[in-house]
């Protein structure tokens, strides 16, 4: 009566000692793919340039509404100032006006507030936005001005990121080859590609990021795209 379950369970372990063996004999097949990773790496020049900044005035609480009109006077000299260099007004971009009490150590002090108005130029001029950012013709003035910011872009980066990748696709091709080559195989097509983030790096740089880095402190970049890709072997 016991013979029934002996032999279900005989027949149990023939089938996975059966599997096992396969298994082993599997992993010692050689790979029909293999995989590597490739990168491309290029310098550029940024062609857009932002300067970020504002434009202050701190008045008594009682002056708010004279402190607001020497507000207007500074923005239309920033503005003069940029036609002066030849920049259009759609280069310069506005924030609201904020307004933030000052801390005074002494209460009985009277109150003031800080008047801001935050800008942003932008051209494709970099190098007039950069000696506009540093020139302190406006503070010579009387304008009370802060800088923020000289941020440096690339416009062509989706474009770039295409050919990089080509670029990239090669290079791992020729690590892939190597590693292949060894073992007296060669690589054939490419089955498929897992493609990275983009990188845009100072000049010489290698703090890469795994969301991606973009460096805007610099005119000069290195664009990096790493791609990894898997290829048929022979």
Avoid: H
């Avoid at 089938?15 to 050689?30: D, G, K, N, Q, T």
């Avoid at 609480?61 to 260099?85: C, H, M, P, S, V």
């Avoid at 494709?124 to 506009?132: G, K, N, V």
């Amino acid at each position: 009566m016991n013979s029934r379950p002996a032999c279900i369970l005989a027949l149990g372990l023939i089938l996975a000692s059966a599997v096992l063996a396969w298994a082993f004999y599997a992993s010692r097949l050689p790979q029909n793919t293999i995989e590597a990773t490739g990168s491309a790496r290029v310098k550029v020049v940024s062609d857009v340039a932002k300067w970020r900044g504002s434009i202050f005035r701190t008045v008594a609480e009682t002056d708010l509404k004279q402190g607001y009109a020497q507000l207007r006077t500074d923005l239309q000299a920033l503005k003069d100032y940029l036609k002066a260099a030849g920049l259009p007004e759609t280069a310069l971009e506005l924030q609201p006006v904020s307004m933030e009490q000052v801390y005074q150590q002494n209460p009985s002090a009277p109150r003031e507030q800080t008047l801001r108005q935050g800008f942003t130029v932008t051209s494709s001029d970099t190098a007039r936005i950069t000696t506009l950012g540093l020139d302190q013709t406006l503070m010579d003035q009387g304008v009370q001005l802060t800088t923020y910011s000289l941020e440096y872009y690339v416009s062509r980066l989706p474009e770039m990121r295409v050919e990089l990748l080509g670029q990239a696709v090669k290079d791992a091709r020729r690590r892939a080859q190597e590693i292949a080559g060894s073992d007296g195989r060669g690589v054939g097509a490419l089955q498929s590609a897992r493609i990275g983030v983009v990188q845009v790096l100072a000049p010489n740089s290698v703090e890469v990021s795994g969301s991606g880095a973009y460096d805007t402190s610099t005119v000069d970049k290195e664009v990096m795209v790493t791609v990894r890709a898997e290829f048929a072997v022979r």
